[in-house]
C-alpha cells in the first residue's frame, strides 16, 4: 500500500478509531510481505487474515456505533460500504486457495485506500472523540 503508509493525515480525531486504522494498515502490510513466500509463508498469510477479519470485524461495529451515536448523515453509506467488504472479501475466500493471496492483498489495498482517504474523512467529525 503505497500512499496509505500509516495513519498521519488520515487521523479521524479519535484515538481507539485511530489505532484499528494503523492496526488494519499494519495486517495488510503483513498479508503483502506473505503473499508469495512458499508453505510456511501461506500459514502465515491465512493466520494474518484471520487476524485482520476479526480486527476489521471489531472496527466496523466500533465506527458504526460510533457513527450512530453522534447523527452522521453518512451512516448508511458506511454501513453500505463495510458490508460490500465483507461480501466481497467472502467471495474472494470461496476461490481455489492458491488464488486467495493475490486476490486478497489487491482488493484490501483498493478498498483501504478508497474507504480511509474518501468515506472515513467525510466522516471525521462524526468520529471524533467528545
Not at 19 to 46: R, T, W
Not at 93 to 105: N, S
Request: a negative charge.
Amino acid at each position: 500500500m503505497e500512499s496509505v503508509e500509516s495513519i498521519g493525515e488520515l487521523s479521524v480525531g479519535n484515538e481507539h478509531i485511530d489505532g484499528q486504522h494503523a492496526q488494519i494498515i499494519y495486517l495488510v502490510k503483513a498479508l503483502e510481505e506473505h503473499q508469495h513466500d512458499g508453505p510456511e509463508s501461506e500459514k502465515k498469510f491465512f493466520f494474518l487474515l484471520s487476524s485482520l477479519m476479526l480486527t476489521i470485524t471489531r472496527h466496523f461495529r466500533d465506527e458504526e456505533r460510533l457513527l450512530e451515536k453522534n447523527g452522521c448523515p453518512w451512516l448508511d453509506q458506511q454501513a453500505r460500504d463495510h458490508a460490500y467488504f465483507i461480501e466481497k472479501l467472502s467471495g474472494i475466500l470461496a476461490m481455489e486457495e492458491r488464488e486467495v493471496p493475490d486476490q486478497v492483498v489487491r482488493f484490501m489495498r483498493e478498498w483501504l485506500e478508497s474507504h480511509l482517504t474518501k468515506l472515513d474523512m467525510k466522516c471525521r467529525a462524526y468520529l471524533e472523540e467528545s
